[in-house]
């Protein structure tokens, strides 16, 4: 199993751009979440899933929409980039919300 | 409030030596806890997930408690060694929603 991937690694945006985070699982994990790593504000959720079809808002969700439509996928969409979204991105899935949580590698995201 | 502290901030400790860090949360709702490791740059690695119904896990040189009713948890790692040196975050999973809420970490160096 390749487990979480995401996918890019590392991007870079102009102000107003926008741009989709993709994450996917071959776990068959249908509980999955997006976070946001900032330096002094620790990881902090911005949308999750319970399963296809279903997505829900998490800490921070202002300046980003999700879907999902697939179990496997889960992708992140920043509608109108800003600097305060650089940041580093993590996708996470599990089985159950009372189940381990795996971490994707992250997209690492500067605005400019 | 949700509210997860970890202390010490920051550990360094000669090879071999063991030790403890400590995760302590306010909020009721919190009913499993997890631990991680992230080294610089990369993902976050699951450690141990302790449910709620447990009071320890152990895998290889960790051991992890939780004691729900002061709202503690605590990690231990037995003979460090240089490998080990990393951040490790404690996070607890919410009853309601998919929701991990993270403490900030403590940085560990472990010297050789």
């Known amino acids: 199993n390749a487990g979480v991937t995401q996918t890019p690694k590392f991007q870079v945006l102009k102000t107003g751009q926008s741009m989709t985070l993709q994450c996917a699982q071959d776990?068959?994990?249908?509980?999955m979440s997006w976070y946001r790593q900032d330096p002094g504000m620790g990881l902090r959720l911005i949308h999750y899933s319970v399963g296809a079809g279903i997505t829900d808002q998490g800490e921070v969700p202002n300046g980003y929409n999700v879907s999902r439509s697939t179990t496997e996928d889960f992708p992140l969409r920043l509608l109108s980039a800003a600097p305060s979204q650089t940041s580093v991105y993590f996708c996470a899935s599990s089985y159950s919300t009372s189940g381990t949580q795996y971490f994707g590698p992250g997209t690492r995201l500067t605005v400019l | 409030k949700q509210e997860v502290t970890q202390i010490p901030a920051a550990l360094s400790v000669p090879e071999g030596e063991n030790l403890v860090l400590n995760c302590s949360f306010t909020?009721?709702?919190?009913?499993?806890l997890q631990w991680f490791r992230q080294d610089p740059g990369k993902g976050l690695t699951s450690l141990l997930l302790i449910q709620s119904s447990q009071r320890e896990q152990t895998s290889g040189r960790l051991n992890a408690s939780l004691d729900k009713s002061s709202g503690r948890s605590t990690l231990y790692i037995a003979a460090s060694q240089p490998g080990d040196s990393a951040t490790y975050l404690c996070?607890?999973?919410?009853?309601?929603?998919?929701?991990?809420?993270f403490g900030a970490g403590t940085i560990l160096r472990v010297k050789s």
């Open positions: 996070a607890g999973h919410m009853e309601y929603g998919n929701k991990l809420v």
């Open positions: 776990m068959n994990h249908e509980y």
């Open positions: 909020d009721s709702a919190i009913y499993n």
